[in-house]
């Protein structure tokens, strides 16, 4: 089989089943921030070079795929047959926080992004994440999506948040406050 079908040269995807709809659709705008999350994460796994992360990664991989597959689905006879994130996946992404969480002190305030490598590979699939959950909100307002998928993407990016945090904290990087007001080594001091 070659990996390019020249179908969508006029500017449509095919979803899971049957149907075709233009690139731009909500719903294909959805699973393709789902699909860049996956990839980011891709990056962070590879990053990860002292496997903290990486069998917590790789099963948030794995969903990824049945979300998004979800996403590209709009017939209720292939949704039958999909395996679905479930509440159970949203859980275990709480325990993973919870016990992550165990090792890091309270926040007092906004953390700037950044610090070790893996921590902002981190940082950026949160903001990933954050876009594919609004994606799919703005998927919720034309057809239906199972409310599940959403609160999975919410608690992933809260999971990602902290696995940076975490990963700072056991490298030994402080991390960086935001300050409002905070002004460069430059600034002019008036």
């Known amino acids: 089989m070659k990996i390019y079908t020249r179908t969508g040269d006029d500017g449509s995807t095919g979803l899971l089943g049957s149907g075709r709809v233009l690139k731009s659709a909500p719903r294909v705008e ?6 860049e999350l ?3 994460l891709g990056v962070a796994r590879a990053t990860d070079s ?14 990824l795929f049945k979300l998004g597959a979800e996403l590209a689905t709009a017939e209720a006879r292939m949704l039958e047959r999909l395996e679905r994130v479930s509440d159970r996946d949203v859980a275990e992404l709480e325990q993973w926080i919870d016990r992550l969480e165990e090792e890091l002190p309270p926040l007092k305030s906004f953390i ?12 950026f699939a949160r903001t990933v994440c954050r876009r594919a959950e609004r994606r799919a909100v703005a998927l919720r307002e034309h057809e239906p999506v199972e409310p599940v ?10 999971l990602l948040f902290v696995m940076a945090r975490w990963c700072n904290r056991r490298e030994g990087i ?17």
Not at 30 to 35: E, K, P, Q, R
Not at 50 to 63: D, N, P, V
Not at 112 to 123: D, E, T, W
Not at 174 to 190: H, K, L, N, V
């Open 38 to 40: 996956n990839a980011v």
């Open 149 to 158: 998928l959403v609160r999975y993407l919410n608690r992933l990016a809260d």
């Open 174 to 190: 402080a991390e960086t406050e935001w300050r409002s007001g905070a002004r460069g080594p430059d600034a002019d001091p008036r």
């Open 112 to 123: 700037v992004p950044g610090g070790s490598r893996l921590a902002a590979h981190l940082h």
């Open 30 to 35: 959805a699973y393709g921030s789902v699909d």
């Open 50 to 63: 002292a496997g903290w992360l990486a069998a917590e990664i790789e099963a948030i991989q794995s969903r």
